[in-house]
């Protein structure tokens, strides 16, 4: 293991048959950090943008813009798997819907949704992972979770197979929208293929591949900053940082409720919550050893 890269954020392009988890142990490796984390978890036959925090910036993950999340899906109709994408065993099955059903049943999945997850997913019921409770047969009477899916681009329909990219909010199972649409067209569908595009100001297009990382992962490491679009910015001289080091609040000139303090390179000290007119450090990027 080589020696511990910057604290910051690593945009990885994911590729199917790993999991987030085994993205997340390879960037351990390459970049040396035995602190290495994860901003929303891909399915394994899933594709796409995987941002990861590595060091202390790991404290930010609370505080990280996530919204929204694009995707690039396709759906395939025709019948519903037990997983409600690809990789499950086929359930139910019913007729192809018409072009019209479709458009009437993404306008009904668009807005402020409530949508129940997948029987196999890690939602957890009474100290119980639905995914355990589905592989023995028992599959949980899971409670529906507030989303919101701002947006459908449909991009194609070949009378089976829909392509389009959907918005949504972090939280939002796309296999289970995929499920849903099928349903609500009167018909039955799954999640054929998916690729995650962006997720708040990340988009894959920064991204790097795994055969890439292993040639460096040094150049690749963004700014903890970057995380933080739309939180102000107080920048602080000397001694307010070694205050803000100690815990201690520090005059507030910025606006809002939430403020990323800098140092004069703007390097980021620590993340504040405005108390009257002071900022109170609430998570302090020091320069201890961890």
Request: with cysteine; net charge neutral; hydrophobic share 40%.
């Amino acid at each position: 293991m080589g020696a511990r890269l910057a604290d910051g954020v690593l945009l990885v392009d994911k590729p199917a048959g790993l999991t987030s988890h085994d993205i997340v142990a390879i960037v351990r490796r390459l970049a040396g950090q035995r602190r290495v984390g994860h901003a929303g978890t891909l399915d394994p036959f899933a594709t796409g943008l995987l941002v990861l925090l590595l060091g202390r910036a790991t404290r930010l993950l609370p505080y990280l813009a996530g919204e929204p999340k694009v995707y690039d899906a396709v759906i395939a109709f025709g019948h519903e798997t037990d997983t409600d994408d690809v990789t499950g065993a086929p359930t139910t099955s019913a007729p192809l819907p018409a072009r019209s059903a479709i458009d009437a049943a993404l306008a009904s999945l668009t807005g402020s949704l409530q949508q129940i997850p997948p029987a196999y997913s890690a939602k957890q019921q009474g100290g119980q992972r639905a995914y355990v409770a589905a592989r023995r047969g028992s599959p949980l009477d899971l409670a529906p979770a507030a989303i919101t899916v701002y947006d459908w681009q449909v991009s194609s329909w070949d009378g089976t197979t829909l392509v389009a990219s959907v918005s949504c909010s972090g939280g939002t199972y796309v296999r289970a929208l995929a499920r849903d649409l099928g349903r609500n067209a009167g018909s039955a569908a799954h999640l054929k293929t998916l690729r995650r595009r962006q997720s708040g100001p990340f988009r894959i297009e920064d991204a790097a591949t795994l055969s890439v990382l292993e040639r460096g992962v040094e150049g690749h490491v963004r700014s903890a900053l970057d995380g933080l679009e739309g939180m102000s910015i107080e920048s602080l001289d000397a001694i307010a940082i070694e205050r803000v080091k100690r815990g201690q609040t520090v005059g507030a000139s910025a606006p809002g409720e939430r403020a990323a303090l800098i140092d004069h390179d703007r390097r980021l000290v620590a993340v504040a919550v405005r108390n009257g007119a002071e900022w109170q450090p609430r998570v302090v990027l020091g320069d201890d050893d961890e």
